[in-house]
């Protein structure tokens, strides 16, 4: 269960940090990197959604 919560909070913060360059600067890394709305961009996207919500879930498990 460990390492399914550690890679689930470096998804959510790579997905934290992309939206804060799109709020301040308007710049979406994820689809400069991979691509606007391509299927690597929507698995990446797909990822890190998915990670927050497993991770919110352990999160509240320990408590």
């Known amino acids: 269960m460990h390492i399914l919560k550690l ?3 470096i998804l959510v913060i790579i997905g934290a ?3 804060g360059l799109v709020g301040i600067f308007n710049i979406d890394l994820v ?5 606007d709305m391509t299927l690597l961009t929507r698995i990446v996207y797909s990822l890190v959604g998915i990670s927050a919500i497993i991770y919110a879930a352990l999160a509240y498990k320990d408590v």
């Open 7 to 9: 890679i689930t909070f």
């Open 31 to 35: 689809a400069m990197i991979f691509g």
């Open 17 to 19: 940090l992309n939206w």
